[in-house]
């Protein structure tokens, strides 16, 4: 009776199609407030955090504890021919190459929003110097420049 229940339930998992098939886990909600077997079962699947994902073998055992926490994850069958996309190595590089294109993004923004800020200020000092009614030539530099007077030996300074 029951070594036919059991060879039934086990022939899925011997299907020729979905032999050496995985399933991606992605734990999508947080184990906060969940009970005491859910968190083992997290545990056991290595979910640690949400975001975290696993590739399991696609059987009972794994399907048992998916089912205990099937309110917070994901799942996603991986056949065999995409299971080298799924490579962890692989995984770390794409995240790693991923992370480097956003931080380039980042500090591009970063470096225009302080040209821009440059910019800003130069007009502002500008704008500054216009409503003092001072002359062009030490309006166009932020920095006055102070020159010592060469010709005697006094320390007289001058601006030029």
């Not at 036919?4 to 020729?16: E, T």
């Not at 991923?98 to 130069?122: G, I, P, T, V």
């Amino acid at each position: 009776g029951t070594d036919v229940l059991v060879v039934g339930i086990m022939s899925q998992f011997v299907n020729p199609e979905l032999r050496g098939s995985r399933l991606l886990v992605k734990l999508k909600r947080s184990l906060i407030r969940s009970n005491p077997s859910q968190r083992d079962c997290a545990k056991k699947l290595m979910l640690r955090r949400v975001g975290n994902e696993r590739l399991v073998p696609d059987g009972p055992v794994f399907w048992g504890m998916i089912r205990k926490l099937i309110h917070l994850v994901e799942i996603k069958r991986v056949p065999v021919e995409e299971l080298k996309e799924y490579n962890y190595k692989q995984r770390v590089i794409l995240r790693n190459r991923l992370q480097k294109a956003l931080d380039e993004k980042r500090k591009a923004k970063a470096e225009e929003r302080a040209e821009r800020m440059r910019a800003q200020s130069l007009r502002d000092y500008k704008n500054y110097m216009k409503s003092l009614s001072l002359n062009d030539e030490t309006a166009q530099s932020p920095v006055r420049h102070i020159v010592r007077n060469t010709d005697t030996n006094s320390s007289e300074e001058r601006e030029q």
